[in-house]
T-cell receptor, first 114, second 113 residues
Framework: EAQVTQNPRYLITVTGKKLTVTCSQNMNHEYMSWYRQDPGLGLRQIYYSMNVEVTDKGDVPEGYKVSRKEKRNFPLILESPSPNQTSLYFC?????????????FGPGTRLTVT | DAKTTQPNSMESNEEEPVHLPCNHSTISGTDYIHWYRQLPSQGPEYVIHGLTSNVNNRMASLAIAEDRKSSTLILHRATLRDAAVYYCILRPTTNFGNEKLTFGTGTRLTIIP
């Protein structure tokens, strides 16, 4: 089944403890992206990747890192999480960059930083 | 980026058609019109997209006004599973590279059994 998977789905952690949220897609998609969703602010893009080894900042990249060493994986790294990073995170992928292509989203990761 | 305007909420009876409107009066000639929906506790899900002509797929139909300043997502026979927030999103061709989706507040659709 074609899908985007994220792990973990739920995570509660403490301030400053490094964590990684994994994202994997099995559709050989070139484009991948991370969003966070907060009440009243909607979905905002954190980082995106056009292809392997090509990443760039989105609208809210502060406090996050990403890497794209393989086409299928696009992990989101929080080196020193803070409470303002408590949010619902979504990974998305698309076959190719371009406005005529639909994006596929993962199920989400709910992160709480205390 | 061109902006979209949608009603905050709509209600519809189960098994009836639903017409979800979207205004995008500042759309440019090369902007694609996309619709996504987000069911409770799930990630956004692609529904349909179009450029100028009306489009149909297994989930819905998209009717685009002749001047492209508005569009309507049509669910032909609503089920309880269609209760979600529906987002109308414009995707410009000028942003080739970062295919960021700019989500507005969307329309919360409630289906009445």
């Amino acid at each position: 089944e074609a899908q985007v998977t994220q792990n973990p789905r739920y995570l509660i952690t403490v301030t400053g403890k490094k964590l990684t949220v994994t994202c994997s897609q099995n559709m050989n998609h070139e484009y991948m992206s991370w969003y966070r969703q907060d009440p009243g602010l909607g979905l905002r893009q954190i980082y995106y990747s056009m292809n392997v080894e090509v990443t760039d900042k989105g609208d809210v990249p502060e406090g996050y890192k990403v890497s794209r060493k393989e086409k299928r994986n696009f992990p989101l790294i929080l080196e020193s999480p803070s409470p303002n990073q408590t949010s619902l995170y979504f990974c998305a992928s698309s076959l190719s960059p371009g406005p005529s292509y639909e994006q596929y989203f993962g199920p989400g990761t709910r992160l709480t930083v205390t | 980026d061109a902006k979209t305007t949608q009603p905050n909420s709509m209600e519809s009876n189960e098994e009836e058609p639903v017409h979800l409107p979207c205004n995008h009066s500042t759309i440019s000639g090369t902007d694609y019109i996309h619709w996504y929906r987000q069911l409770p506790s799930q990630g956004p899900e692609y529904v349909i997209h179009g450029l100028t002509s009306n489009v149909n797929n297994r989930m819905a139909s998209l009717a685009i006004a002749e001047d492209r300043k508005s569009s309507t997502l049509i669910l032909h026979r609503a089920t309880l599973r269609d209760a979600a927030v529906y987002y109308c999103i414009l995707r410009p061709t000028t942003n080739f590279g970062n295919e960021k989706l700019t989500f507005g507040t969307g329309t919360r659709l409630t289906i009445i059994p």
